[in-house]
């Protein structure tokens, strides 16, 4: 496997699609102690201060199809969620589609990207952004009511390359495993640690507002509900008030 790693990067999510364009392996991870442009979902930043988190971005050339690429997404939230379930012996959740929560804060987050023709995945990116040594302090001052890290939830510091080795060796584990048998146990998986599972959901789309329960993931990853007037509907992207 090929770990490229710098000091400090703009992204790495950047430098992954450049490695990816000049033809890099599947498999290639781009790991950075800090990002100065770290990105998050829709157009946000992610804050990746020196030493403090995991910030690597992993190149996959997987030979499935593009609209199967969200599984990658939500095999990646199992894959951490199962590291900090069993490594660091903490019970998180997966806020859909894949933000991973400790008592309802954020405490990583997963960006995906790919290139890819109708029927073709040229390639895939995975972003995985995870606090691990903040301490409140070290949080930028508007995250503190929403954001969390390994440390503030188990009051000690962690070895940032031992919880990589560990994200690495168990992603690799899972994934080879989801190529050659599919995505029904992940999917399962998945369930098993989604945030408001079986609860009631406030949904708002354009037109209307309702509640309704959260009845679990489709094979899309599209999120499983009833509308407002009862039948069983899958949301790919819906203002949800999760709290
Ligand atoms: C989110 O918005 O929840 C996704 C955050 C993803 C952050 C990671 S950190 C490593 C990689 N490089 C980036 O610039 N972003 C992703």
Avoid: C
């Amino acid at each position: 496997k090929r770990i490229i790693h710098h000091e400090s990067i703009a992204s790495t999510q950047t430098i992954a699609h450049d490695e990816a364009r000049n033809n890099a392996p599947g498999g290639t991870i781009i790991i950075a102690d800090e990002q100065t442009k770290g990105r998050g979902r829709i157009a946000r930043n992610w804050d990746s201060s020196k030493g403090k988190g995991i910030w690597l971005s992993m190149i996959l050339r997987p030979e499935i199809q593009p609209h199967h690429a969200p599984q990658l997404t939500l095999l990646t939230a199992t894959v951490l969620a199962d590291v900090l379930s069993n490594y660091v012996d903490i019970n998180p959740k997966i806020k859909w589609p894949n933000d991973i929560l400790m008592n309802n804060k954020k405490m990583a987050g997963i960006l995906t990207e790919m290139q890819a023709e109708q029927d073709q995945i040229w390639y895939v990116i995975i972003g995985i952004g995870l606090n691990v040594n903040h301490s409140i302090d070290d949080l930028p001052e508007g995250l503190r009511n929403i954001a969390t890290s390994i440390k503030m939830e188990t009051s000690k510091e962690w070895l940032l390359k031992d919880l990589i080795q560990e994200i690495l060796v168990t992603f690799e584990r899972t994934y080879e495993d989801y190529l050659e048998n599919g995505f029904s146990e992940i999917k399962q998986k998945w369930e098993g640690y989604g945030f408001k599972i079986g609860q009631e959901i406030a949904i708002k789309t354009l037109k209307e507002e309702w509640k309704a329960p959260f009845l679990g993931i489709t094979d899309d990853g599209a999120l499983l509900t009833k509308s407002s007037s009862g039948e069983t509907i899958e949301l790919y992207s819906a203002e949800i008030d999760w709290f």
